[in-house]
């Protein structure tokens, strides 16, 4: 094993570090503002709503990630004089962006499922509960609805996040010198594959755990009633 090819290695992919976490951030956040609006369509939105939703879902979850990017990287480019006359163009024309909208749209469509999913199982007893107490609207939904929900999704929504920072690495097919795009041109460089993926791999990892305790850490903020006290422990 040739530690210091390795090293380098590390040195190297590091530098592309930034366009991955930025990437994740920027997609993630607003994806996950995205999602809650589509779930809060798909369980509040009449049958307008639900229709809109399903279909967003369907379209977003049954295509596969990479062509969604090569549609919004390629084929939005045959639309540039509509796209210059609505101003779109200056951001549609850059590969980073384009990679940054395809996986917003991407994972609001699971992200969205896994909201969805977490509204519809708040307890029917405490929505009456709250209402009993006069809360109503709005009140009722971030005081009560909203934290009970966002408590039930952090599990499957830790794994989407998870998966979407693993998703950044598709962006390196539009030319984005990201993570993989950086192990992808030391390899054609070098010709090692085998060491410089197992750096690659070891960097996703290192993020993943880091994002996977921070989510860990919020569900046990979010969960005091399921802690054990020591009286009961004993």
């Known amino acids: ?3 210091t090819f390795i090293f380098e290695t590390f040195e190297t992919l590091v ?6 976490l930025s990437m994740a951030a920027i997609s993630i956040s607003a994806g996950t503002i995205l999602a809650i609006s589509l779930a809060v369509f798909a369980v509040f ?3 307008t709503g639900k229709a809109f939703a399903s279909g967003y879902v369907f379209v977003f979850r049954g295509s596969p990630l990479l062509v969604q990017i090569f549609l919004i990287y390629y084929g939005l480019g045959q639309f540039r004089p509509a796209l210059q ?3 779109l163009w200056p951001i549609l024309r850059e590969p980073y ?3 940054v909208i395809a996986l917003t749209l991407n994972t609001t469509a699971y992200s969205g499922e896994i909201f969805r999913g977490a509204l519809q199982s708040v307890p029917a ?4 509960a709250a209402r009993a107490c006069g809360m109503s609207g709005l009140l009722l939904f971030w005081r009560i609805i909203f934290p009970i929900a966002l408590r039930q999704a952090l599990p499957g929504y830790g794994n989407e996040v998870a998966l979407m920072v693993k998703a950044t690495a598709l962006a390196s097919v539009i030319t984005i010198m ?10 054609a460089d070098s010709f090692r594959a085998f ?8 960097i996703y990892l290192a993020i993943n755990l880091i994002l996977t305790h921070l989510v860990a850490m919020l569900e046990y903020r979010l969960s005091p009633h399921l802690r054990l006290q020591p009286a009961q422990a004993a």
């Open 1 to 3: 094993m040739d530690f």
């Open 15 to 20: 530098g592309g570090l930034p366009l991955t």
């Open 45 to 47: 939105g009449g049958s």
């Open 85 to 87: 006359a609505w101003g």
């Open 97 to 99: 962006w384009c990679a």
């Open 125 to 128: 007893q405490q929505v009456e």
């Open 178 to 187: 990201e993570v993989t795009g950086s192990a992808g041109k030391l390899i």
């Open 195 to 202: 060491e410089v993926f197992c750096v690659a791999g070891a």
